[in-house]
């Protein structure tokens, strides 16, 4: 044998053989093949070898944990997973969704609870979220959890609450604007990159009437971040309130272009739109927004209303005010204006402009909080937010005798953030002498102290509460007045006028109480007078016939009885 010949056959054989790349891709395609074909063994190990050829990939060790699930070994597939979350990427949120499977086939169901929960927090609107929300609902109805849900929901509102106190939300949300202004200048000023807190700073300022303050602001988040959705929309809005049309124009335009997927922000971008007046662009954004939210949403239901009736689109506007209808929270407000549409399509009216706040017109409101401080009770106002936010709205757009109540209303709440109100309202240049004047009697009922910026002359003064007398009260009604002088004059004609003070105390004691309630009337005021001096004349050990002193005032005995124990149980109820 030619072994020479032999050996070049085989050279040439070798160098024919094409050399095999073996890599993670390669792996991972037979590894799919294996699976297909339920070979789950042979799947195993190709995806341990995707592990070993790229070590650093997360994706190959879910694969790796799919297949050991699939075989039954949970608990290596759970550790697997966790050597995802702790040393490679805690934000792989599906790596959560997969756990909370396999404690569930492990019978472990508070812990698959658990772990699925923690998927909807990091990607609620995820690959897997409906599988989770589907999961979550069998977990809970037919294993008998929800234990950990409902501590995950007290959490969550915990922290959405924290959340919404830092940012200012929780302010605004319920009316108290004042407050939200005093709170967010705080946070702003030690975190000046906090611009959420900055574009609810620019809210807040605007509805308590400070609008170059607003626009300033703005216009600082806008330096610092250009295409801010939220700071477009406020200077929109800022604009449109200073008739800057051809700034507003420019400033509006970006907004025309633009859709957020984040359902929150696009609705803001379509309110914003129609509040300028751009109803048409604004009826656009609303429809776009069909597409990624709830068709009965009902702040939705009333935005594609009201741009359609803007438009002039009545039959379009009829259809979503009838699904808002639907519910039952906001029925009285879909059956306003489908009244107001029905005197527009029988020629009663021309037309109407509608709000796209999911509320009723100002003056349909004002009618509502004139009712509610008729009927409510006071705990009421104190205790419930939305009565809270009336009140804060009818101070702030209320007409005179609107106003009267409630600030009246605050000082029964007579909290930190009614005294903050009534100080701003009386900082505020368009409110008359009356209504300042009961501000004041109303913060010295609630026991305010410290100084006040008080609008007067055409002026911002600073005044002392401590120095403002008790009676500046008599002020608010001349009746009043003449109650505590005729007293006075009476006690020093008697030489009684040791007696002066504590009748004056007395007195001012028992209106104080009074100013809270609007229905109590003084009829004749000689009643008054003789009651008072019954009562500190009586206290003080001062011989004193009732008969007598009613025969002197020329009323009767039983008038003062009357009247002297509505002044004894103020005096009990004081504690005097």
């Known amino acids: 044998m030619d072994t020479r010949h032999y050996r070049q056959d085989s050279s040439d054989r070798r160098s024919n053989v094409i050399a095999m790349e073996f890599d993670a891709s390669y792996f991972f395609e037979r590894g799919v093949r294996f699976l297909q074909r339920n070979d789950l063994p042979r799947a195993l190990r190709a995806f341990r070898k995707t592990v070993e050829y790229e070590p650093d990939n997360p994706v190959n060790y879910c694969n790796l944990a799919g297949v050991l699930s699939?075989?039954?070994?949970?608990?290596?597939?759970?550790?697997?997973?966790q050597h995802v979350l702790n040393h490679l990427d805690p934000?792989?949120?599906?790596?959560?969704?997969?756990?909370?499977?396999?404690?569930?086939?492990?019978?472990?169901y508070d812990t698959a609870e658990e772990y699925v929960l923690r998927y909807l927090d990091m990607d609620p609107n995820g690959e897997y979220a409906a599988d989770a929300e589907e999961m979550l609902d069998i977990l809970v109805d037919e294993f008998g959890g929800g234990r950990v849900l409902q501590k995950w929901q007290?959490?969550?509102?915990?922290?959405?609450?924290?959340?919404?106190?830092?940012?200012?939300?929780?302010?605004?949300?319920?009316?108290?604007?004042?407050?939200?202004?005093?709170?967010?200048?705080?946070?702003?000023?030690?975190?000046?990159?906090?611009?959420?807190?900055?574009n609810n700073l620019c809210l807040a300022y605007y509805y308590t009437g400070q609008h170059d303050k607003a626009l300033r602001m703005v216009e600082e988040v806008l330096e610092r971040q250009p295409d801010n959705l939220h700071a477009l929309c406020n200077r929109a809005l800022l604009l449109k309130h200073y008739g800057a049309e051809d700034a507003l124009a420019v400033a509006a335009e970006p907004l025309t272009k633009v859709f957020s997927l984040n359902p929150d922000i696009a609705m803001k971008i379509g309110t914003t739109l129609g509040i300028i007046g751009w109803h048409r662009e604004a009826m656009v954004a609303f429809r776009r927004l069909l597409h990624v939210a709830q068709l009965d949403d009902p702040i939705l239901l009333h935005a594609i209303a009201a741009a359609a009736a803007n438009c002039g689109e009545w039959a379009t506007a009829e259809r979503y005010w009838l699904l808002l209808k639907r519910h039952r929270d906001y029925r009285h407000v879909a059956e306003y204006y489908l009244e107001r549409l029905m005197t527009v399509r029988t020629g009663e009216s021309l037309g109407f402009r509608v709000g796209y706040q999911l509320d009723l017109p100002i003056e349909a409101q004002l009618a509502e909080v004139?009712?509610?401080?008729?009927?409510?009770?006071?705990?009421?106002?104190?205790?419930?937010?939305?009565?809270?936010?009336?009140?804060?709205?009818?101070?702030?757009?209320?007409?005179?005798?609107?106003?009267?109540?409630?600030?009246?209303?605050?000082?029964?709440?007579?909290?930190?953030d009614a005294e903050k109100a009534l100080r701003l309202f009386l900082g505020r240049s368009?409110?008359?002498?009356?209504?300042?004047?009961?501000?004041?009697?109303?913060?010295?009922?609630?026991?305010?102290?410290?100084?006040?910026?008080?609008?007067?002359?055409?002026?911002?003064?600073?005044?002392?509460?401590?120095?403002?007398s008790s009676d500046v009260i008599l002020n608010l009604n001349p009746q009043w007045r003449y109650v505590s002088e005729r007293?006075?004059?009476?006690?020093?004609?008697?030489?009684?006028?040791?007696?002066?003070?504590?009748?004056?105390?007395?007195?001012?004691?028992?209106?104080?109480?009074?100013?809270?309630?609007?229905?109590?009337?003084?009829?004749?005021?000689?009643?008054?007078?003789?009651?008072v001096l019954y009562i500190v004349l009586r206290y003080y050990g001062v011989p004193v016939i009732q008969r007598e002193l009613a025969a002197e005032f020329s009323v009767s005995p039983s008038s003062i009885r009357k009247c002297s124990a509505r002044l004894e149980q103020i005096l009990l109820k004081l504690g005097v």
Request: glycine share 6%; hydrophobic share 40%; net charge negative.
């Open 91 to 108: 934000n792989m949120a599906e790596c959560q969704f997969y756990l909370a499977n396999n404690y569930a086939n492990m019978g472990q």
């Open 487 to 531: 007293v006075c004059q009476w006690l020093s004609t008697k030489s009684l006028e040791r007696l002066i003070v504590e009748a004056k105390r007395v007195w001012n004691m028992y209106l104080y109480d009074m100013f809270l309630h609007a229905n109590r009337r003084i009829s004749k005021p000689d009643i008054w007078v003789a009651s």
């Open 70 to 81: 699939e075989m039954g070994d949970f608990e290596a597939s759970n550790q697997v997973l």
């Open 154 to 198: 007290e959490e969550k509102e915990k922290l959405d609450n924290l959340s919404a106190v830092k940012d200012g939300r929780y302010f605004l949300e319920n009316g108290q604007f004042e407050a939200a202004v005093e709170w967010l200048e705080q946070v702003v000023q030690e975190d000046p990159g906090h611009l959420a807190a900055c």
């Open 370 to 416: 004139k009712d509610r401080l008729k009927s409510s009770a006071p705990d009421e106002w104190r205790r419930d937010p939305l009565l809270r936010a009336s009140l804060y709205w009818g101070l702030r757009h209320g007409n005179h005798e609107t106003r009267r109540r409630v600030i009246r209303a605050l000082a029964v709440v007579a909290d930190s």
């Open 430 to 468: 368009d409110i008359d002498d009356t209504l300042r004047l009961y501000a004041v009697v109303a913060l010295k009922r609630m026991g305010a102290k410290g100084r006040l910026k008080v609008w007067q002359g055409g002026t911002l003064q600073e005044i002392s509460l401590d120095d403002i």
